[in-house]
């Protein structure tokens, strides 16, 4: 069972090859590989609707929330026909099924498509992750700059490169009081997630870049 890219692990991106080889063996030793779309599905990755498209492999069992019904409570859970029909004997949920929730999902993906949000979240996402880069080469304690499409991160280090924490939390200080708000994540709680909205643009994008310019300008890096 695995992210495309890492979420709350600090948006970390594998290889290009990493999912061939590691599905590969999963499947050579009869298992299932089970791909959380929590937070890749939906366009996020940018130019693909499903983040492990990008990998080239597909899974046997797929699962999503959030991003699919646009804040609304949802969670789905699609697999093969093979191990779809494996599943004998009754099964309940108690809120499956809710036609509301459902009638916001559907909605959200056909705003999705017929706003080629997934399109823009690969434009967008290209000229956020430019202008983060060019912090990263205007200020030492962005150490990192990864993720793809409208799910970037910034890994944020000190002296020797270890995990600035504490800045970290500055940073996020600063930017909440210029009017940015950001996500964290990373096993030290050190890397910047930001990841705004599909429908983005890219005055929202450069506004955003500019406050994070002025909020590591603030914190004197």
Known sequence: MA???QGVG???VPPKEYFREIVGIVRKYGGLFICDEVQTGWGRTGGKM???EHWGVEPDIMTFAKGMANGVPIGATIATPEVADSMQGNTISTFGGNPVTCAAAAA???VIEEENLVENARVMGNRLREGLSALKQKYPIIGDVRGMGLMQGMEL???GKKPDIEGTKRLMELTKNNGLLLGKGGTFANVLRVAP?????KEQIDHALKVLDQSFTQMGQ
């Open 108 to 110: 959200t993906i056909e």
């Open 3 to 5: 992210e495309p890219i």
């Open 157 to 159: 280090v000190g002296e």
């Open 10 to 12: 600090g948006f970390i």
């Open 50 to 52: 499903f983040g492990i």
């Open 197 to 201: 909205a599909l429908n983005v643009n």
